[in-house]
């Protein structure tokens, strides 16, 4: 069983550069969303989507763009990074009401940005 | 203030100690309260789940929700050195703003020495 799939684990950018980080899910779930974790923040929502086609911004969004195009996909992108940015990357995922389940999360992607 | 408080530690105990976990929180519409259970380099896992007030036991694990102290708690009787990780809560509603998403606290590191 995969579960939750996240591609690439390590990535170094430069300031500026674009990325795209992949995030997959065998599940069937309806429910993904991004989070990012830095020390002493805790985990820190990016965005969110119930369904294909519908997403929403979370706690930090800005810098990100993510889109909803198939159930199992749920691909973030960093349009122009920044070292603030640098950070690990949490895709998770729940079967329909997240707030009612349990969220299943990927083993991250750790991204330093230079 | 941040919708969920919960002190990072570090906690060190020996094997065999009863572990006390703490997170207030302010938002009195959190009706889903969470803890999860992080290892080093890992993706979070759940590993309680309670709704609304009360107390829940699966095995050395014990979750406690006290919505009127705003305030929930999760004990580990005769902790062993494989409970060493990061424990996080997390809340949510089911209404309102929140709906979608789940709140975490910063998570509290423990280690279990042999």
């Known amino acids: 069983n995969a579960g939750v799939t996240q591609t690439p684990k390590f990535q170094v950018l430069k300031t500026g550069q674009s990325m795209t980080l992949q995030c997959a899910q065998d599940?069937?779930?309806?429910?993904m969303s991004w989070y990012r974790q830095d020390p002493g923040m805790g985990l820190r929502l990016i965005h969110y989507?119930?369904?294909?086609?519908?997403?929403d911004q979370g706690e930090v969004p800005n810098g990100y763009n993510v889109s909803r195009s198939t159930t199992e996909d749920f691909p973030l992108r960093l349009l122009s990074a920044a070292p603030s940015q640098t950070s690990v990357y949490f895709c998770a995922s729940s079967l329909d009401r997240v707030e009612a389940g349990e969220l299943f999360f990927g083993e991250g992607s750790r991204l330093t940005v230079l | 203030q941040k919708e969920v408080e919960q002190d990072p530690g570090p906690l060190s105990v020996p094997e065999g100690a009863i572990v006390s976990l703490n997170c207030t929180y302010s938002n009195s519409a959190f009706q889903y309260f969470m803890w999860y259970r992080q290892y080093s380099r890992k993706g979070p896992e759940l590993l309680m789940y309670t709704y609304s007030s009360g107390n829940k036991e699966d095995g050395r694990f014990t979750a406690q929700v006290d919505k009127s102290s705003k305030y929930i708690s999760l004990f580990i009787r005769d902790s062993q050195p494989s409970d060493s990780a990061t424990y996080l809560c997390a809340m949510s509603a089911n209404r309102g703003s929140t709906l979608g998403r789940l709140y975490f606290g910063r998570g509290t590191q423990l280690t279990v020495w042999p």
């Open positions: 989507s119930v369904g294909a086609g519908i997403t």
């Open positions: 599940m069937n779930h309806e429910y």
